[in-house]
């Protein structure tokens, strides 16, 4: 099974400023890795796909990057709404998928 | 546009069953392969169970093996996952999501307590 681990568990930034978030793989995954935003009481929302592919409808802020097993997510100016729970999830080797234990995404 | 919405969900006896249902529409539900996913109260994201597009193949996590059957009816464009032998770990919210390589809908989800 491949294990996802994210860091930090938990990340206080201000809105407008830049947030880094981090998703290491026990093996690699190549690209096949996809970050999630969860809002509190909300199903999970795909942001990107392929380790760098925004999904429908997400706005240009939300970028990944990465291959193997260390990727990122990165998000350039924060906005009110992107305040959430972050999760990584890799669809490489399966079963299981695998997701990270998430990072949340607080206000500082 | 594609919604999935989830039901079934209750509160249940440890030992108990219950039989959750995923009704899809706004996409061709038998082209697709589906999942069921879980998050326990105040908990992160876990894969439970897979199905392949046309039933043939399915998929468990270790800690609903032999207890958790998922199915489909393509020709009701619903999704199932019949639970036995529940137990207190498995309280959570169940969701089902669709796989188009990536994971890109997923229901609201439905909550499932089950009490010892």
């Known amino acids: 099974e491949i294990v996802m681990t994210q860091s930090p568990a938990t990340l206080s930034v201000s809105p407008g400023e830049r947030a880094t978030l981090s998703c290491r793989a026990s093996?690699?995954?190549?690209?096949?890795l996809a970050w999630y935003h969860q809002k509190p009481g909300q199903a999970p929302r795909l942001l990107i796909y392929?380790?760098?592919t925004r999904a429908t409808g997400i706005p240009a802020r939300f970028s990944g990057s990465g291959s193997g097993t260390e990727f990122t997510l990165t998000i350039s100016s924060l906005q009110s709404e992107d305040f959430a729970v972050y999760y990584c999830?890799?669809?490489?080797?399966?079963?299981?998928?695998?997701f990270g234990q998430g990072t949340k995404v607080e206000i500082k | 546009q594609v919604q999935l919405v989830e039901s079934g969900g209750g509160v249940v006896q440890s030992g108990g069953s219950l039989r959750l249902s995923c009704a899809a529409s706004?996409?061709?539900?038998?082209?697709?392969?589906m999942h069921w996913v879980r998050q326990a109260p105040g908990k992160g994201l876990e894969w439970a169970a897979f199905?392949?597009?046309?039933?043939?193949?399915?998929y468990y996590a270790d800690s609903v093996k032999g207890r958790f059957t998922i199915s489909r009816d393509n020709t009701k464009n619903t999704l199932y996952l019949q639970m036995n032998s529940l137990r207190p770990e498995d309280t959570a919210v169940y969701y089902c999501?669709?796989?188009?390589?990536?994971?890109?809908?997923w229901g609201q989800g439905t909550l499932v307590t089950v009490s010892s």
């Open positions: 999501a669709k796989d188009s390589f990536q994971w890109d809908s």
């Open positions: 706004g996409f061709t539900f038998s082209a697709y392969d």
């Open positions: 199905i392949r597009h046309d039933g043939n193949a399915k």
């Open positions: 093996q690699s995954v190549g690209s096949d």
């Open positions: 392929g380790a760098s």
């Open positions: 999830q890799q669809y490489n080797k399966w079963p299981p998928w695998t």
